[in-house]
C-alpha cells in the first residue's frame, strides 16, 4: 500500500499516472500548495525540499520508505513492479535517459514559462520569450523523437511517457495562445502520442488524481 502526497499539478500527475498504470493500491493526501501545506512539519518528514510529489511505501523491504522527487519515484516504481523500465541493457537507458530530458529540461523550463506568462507581478518580455522559446525547442525534440519512435525511448511505452505527457498537456492547454505567437510550429509527431497516451484509461484515470 502506497500514500501519494500531491496536488492538481503536472509534477503530481507524473506520480498518479504510474501508480495506476502500475495497477498498485494507493491513497490520496491532497497538499494544497496555493495555502502553503507544503511546508507543514509532517509534510516536511516525508519531503524535505517542501515539494510534491512524495509517496510512502509502506511494505517496503526493511519498513516503511518514503520517497520525493518525481524522477526517483517513477523509477523506484517501475523497479519494484518490473514494469515499464526494461532491467537492462540500451533499452533501460534509453528510458532514463529521456526520463531525465524530462526532469532537467521540460520541467524547469515549462514551469519558467507558465510563471513568466501566468503568475510574475510584472510583464517582463524578455522573460517570456526565453522560456516560451525554451518550450518550443523542448517540444520540437519530442517530435523529431517521435517520427521514428511510437514512444519517447522507442517502441515501448515507459515511464517516460508517463513523466513527460502531463508537462505536454500542461503547456497546450496553459500556455497555448502564448506558444502560438511565438510561431509554435504543429508538431504533428507529438500531438499523435499525446492523443495516444490520453486514451490509455490508467493516464485518465490518474490525471484526475487529486479531486479536490
Do not use: C
Not at 190 to 210: E, H, I, L, S, T
Amino acid at each position: 500500500m502506497f500514500t501519494l502526497y500531491t496536488w492538481t499539478t503536472p509534477n503530481g500527475r507524473k506520480v498518479s499516472i504510474a501508480l495506476e498504470e502500475m495497477e498498485l493500491a494507493y491513497e490520496t493526501k491532497a497538499i494544497n500548495i496555493g495555502k502553503g501545506e507544503q511546508f507543514d512539519p509532517g509534510f516536511l518528514k516525508i519531503a524535505p525540499n517542501n515539494r510534491i510529489p512524495a509517496i510512502v511505501d509502506h511494505d517496503a523491504e526493511g519498513g516503511p520508505l518514503a520517497l520525493f522527487e518525481s524522477g526517483a519515484i517513477l523509477i523506484y516504481l517501475a523497479e519494484k513492479t518490473g514494469r515499464f523500465l526494461p532491467a537492462s541493457g540500451a533499452a533501460r537507458y534509453h528510458v532514463l535517459q529521456w526520463l531525465n530530458w524530462q526532469m532537467g529540461g521540460v520541467g524547469p523550463m515549462f514551469g519558467q514559462a507558465n510563471h513568466f506568462v501566468k503568475f510574475a507581478p510584472e510583464k517582463i518580455p524578455y522573460g517570456m520569450t526565453r522560456y516560451l522559446k525554451e518550450t518550443i525547442r523542448l517540444l520540437g525534440v519530442a517530435d523529431r523523437q517521435l517520427a521514428d519512435n511510437a514512444h519517447l525511448a522507442g517502441a515501448e511505452y515507459s515511464i517516460a511517457d508517463m513523466i513527460t505527457y502531463p508537462w505536454f498537456v500542461s503547456a497546450y492547454t496553459g500556455l497555448g495562445p502564448q506558444l502560438a505567437a511565438e510561431g509554435l510550429p504543429e508538431f504533428a509527431n507529438v500531438k499523435r502520442w499525446m492523443d495516444a497516451v490520453a486514451a490509455r484509461p490508467a493516464v485518465q484515470r490518474g490525471m484526475a488524481v487529486p479531486k479536490v
